[in-house]
């Protein structure tokens, strides 16, 4: 069996539910997929996603949002006009805020980067880069990256623009240019399936996958379930 056939029997082992869903991520609001708050909350808890469990910082997030002393924060036009003490002390309540100088300071400068170019909305910046994943990418990493720390990275824009498509109503174009987010498990699977040696860095796993699909059905990022949880299951079932 090649690795592409490797690959196309892993999605099949997932959707058949042969590869269990270890932890429920993304705990959220019920809000319209359309609604501004929706793409908020898709968008700067996100911005702090690094260096810490998944499952936690959602959490943290929908109890933050839930507590009406804290769901300003999910307003870049409030953010903007509060002391960056309160933001803080508020970002931390409930834990969403883990490094305290830092997480503070991304969440402040994202919502200042909202509120100055994209009238508080995430929407805006989807649509001046006209829903296309290159030119939206563009945006945050190269045209305004100093308003968009950390979620400018390889590792978080990507996976922002993936959780966008799950999570709410975005209609964007060029969807396999959505790269494989390659944290640790995604790298772990990624040696075990034979796509790269354990020396790989980020980079060279975003850019093997990007080259071993390219032509087929098979889309980068939509791996990104399938190979987190099948890391976490020890590799089980064996492809």
């Known amino acids: 069996m090649n690795t592409l056939d490797r690959i196309r029997t892993l999605k099949k082992h997932f959707e058949e539910e042969k590869i269990p869903t270890l932890a429920v991520h993304e705990v959220h609001p019920e809000l319209d997929k359309n609604d501004r708050l929706n793409y908020i909350y898709f968008t700067l808890p996100v ?19 839930n507590d009406p002393e804290t769901n300003y924060l999910f307003y870049p036009e409030k953010v903007v006009d509060t002391s960056r003490d309160k933001v803080q002390s508020d970002l931390i ?3 969403l805020g883990l490094q305290k100088n830092k997480h503070t300071d991304i969440w402040i400068a994202i919502s200042k980067g909202l509120n100055k170019h994209f009238k508080n909305d995430p929407r805006e910046l989807i649509k001046a ?17 100093d308003d968009f720390p ?32 390659p944290d640790t498990h995604i790298i772990q699977s990624t040696v075990k399936l034979g796509i790269c040696d354990d020396k790989a860095d980020a980079q060279d796993v975003v850019d093997e996958w990007f080259k071993l699909v390219e032509g087929t059905e098979i889309v980068p990022v939509e791996m990104h379930s399938i190979l987190w949880n099948w890391s976490r299951n020890n590799f089980l079932p064996e492809v």
């Open 129 to 145: 880069g006209n829903n296309d994943v290159e030119e939206i990418l563009k945006l945050i990493r190269v045209d305004l990256k």
């Open 47 to 65: 911005s702090i996603n690094f260096q810490r469990s998944s499952p936690a910082m959602w959490a943290a997030a929908f109890n933050t949002y």
């Open 93 to 95: 309540k409930h834990k």
């Open 150 to 181: 950390f979620l400018r990275g390889l590792k978080l824009s990507n996976y922002w623009l993936y959780i966008l498509t799950k999570f709410t109503d975005v209609k964007l174009t060029s969807l396999n240019k959505i790269s494989i987010i």
